[in-house]
């Protein structure tokens, strides 16, 4: 899968999470769901570029999420 794909469909979800009424809560939520429903290879794939290139692709919710959840995730 491309990296283009993985920063596609980690805003599609982030944009589901950016509806709930408390922010914390979404970030939360939104790195949970990266870890239970993406495979490691995508999200180490996802960490691999932002590593090499930044977040700037990524929605604001999504890149919190990540910068605060990162040892989850990796």
Same mark, same amino acid.
């Given at each position: 899968?491309?990296?283009?794909?993985?920063?596609?469909?980690?805003?599609?979800?982030?944009?589901?999470?950016?509806?709930?009424?408390?922010?914390?809560? +979404?970030?939360?939520?939104?790195?949970?769901?990266?870890?239970?429903?993406? =495979?490691?290879?995508?999200? @180490? /794939?996802? %960490?691999?570029?932002?590593? +090499?290139?930044?977040?700037?692709?990524?929605?604001?919710?999504?890149?919190? =999420?990540?910068?605060?959840? @990162? /040892?989850? %995730?990796?």
């Amino acid at each position: 899968m491309t990296s283009e794909s993985l920063i596609r469909m980690a805003n599609q979800i982030g944009a589901f999470f950016e509806s709930m009424p408390g922010r914390d809560e +979404a970030i939360q939520d939104m790195a949970t769901h990266l870890k239970k429903f993406w =495979a490691p290879p995508m999200r @180490r /794939a996802l %960490l691999a570029h932002i590593d +090499a290139h930044g977040s700037q692709e990524l929605s604001p919710l999504v890149a919190e =999420a990540i910068a605060r959840h @990162r /040892a989850m %995730l990796g």
